[in-house]
């Protein structure tokens, strides 16, 4: 099961939770998330929240929002010519090796397909490229509550999400937990959770935090073992409008 893109945009956006769960995380894909001039950045699933400051703040303005048919879309930024498309999960309008970076969040754990999804990660994604991923943990709080996007699909453990992505030809180069404390929506919850976050931080516990962000690459020199007649397809990209 997964959200639909309204509900997405209004827990960011609408509610207190939201905007604390996103400042959290960017603070984490700060340090991960670079967008040189002349680079192309894919998001895919639904990353506004992550994307928003880099958008705004970078030089760099080769950017494309992916959003799954299953989710639906909507049209992004605001205040400039809409960025967002909305695509079959498994096969992109997106030229092979085109991608710089690409960030999946709430795309892998909802996915019906996780390896025709990644197949399609590895072939527009450049071979200097990288990828994020955002993935709740399974151990964590928040992939057990509702009370946020992380609480549904399918949470993975570390274990999983090595297995996972070398199956695809990926190496992981590195995993960060973050959100360590109690998804609460309101109250001393709510105001804690910074607090839970230095306290997560000098513990680094896999085991406590609600998401795990993963850095990978392409393993050009892996054998693939999983085929797909739609990871072999070729695209032009195309402009889409969106209302």
């Not at 109250?187 to 976050?197: H, T």
């Not at 935090?209 to 990209?237: C, H, Q, T, W």
Request: aromatic share 10%; charged share 25%.
């Amino acid at each position: 099961m997964r959200l639909d893109v309204i509900d997405l945009k209004e827990f960011y956006s609408g509610t207190e939770l939201g905007k604390t769960t996103k400042n959290l995380i960017n603070r984490v894909l700060n340090d991960k998330v670079h967008t040189e001039v002349g680079s192309l950045t894919i998001g895919f699933g639904y990353a506004c929240p992550f994307l928003e400051n880099k958008i705004n703040d970078s030089d760099n303005k080769n950017f494309l929002l992916l959003m799954p048919s299953e989710q639906g879309v909507i049209s992004w930024p605001k205040k400039s010519k809409s960025i967002t498309a909305m695509v079959d999960e498994v096969s992109w309008p997106v030229n092979t090796s085109a991608a710089d970076l690409i960030l999946v969040s709430h795309g892998l754990e909802v996915s019906d397909n996780q390896d025709l999804l990644l197949q399609e990660v590895f072939r527009v994604l450049k071979d200097s490229g990288r990828l994020v991923i955002l993935v709740p943990n399974r151990t964590g709080f928040w992939a057990r509550s509702d009370s946020t996007p992380f609480g549904y699909g399918k949470p993975y453990s570390i274990s999983q999400l090595v297995a996972l992505l070398r199956k695809n030809q990926f190496q992981i180069d590195s995993i960060t937990p973050s959100l360590y404390g109690f998804p609460a929506k309101k109250g001393y919850g709510l105001k804690s959770l910074l607090l839970w976050e230095k306290v997560g931080k000098k513990l680094n516990s896999f085991f406590l935090g609600g998401l795990l962000v993963v850095e990978a690459r392409k393993d050009i020199y892996a054998v693939n073992n999983v085929k797909s007649s739609k990871a072999k397809r070729y695209f032009m990209p195309v402009d889409v409008p969106v209302s």
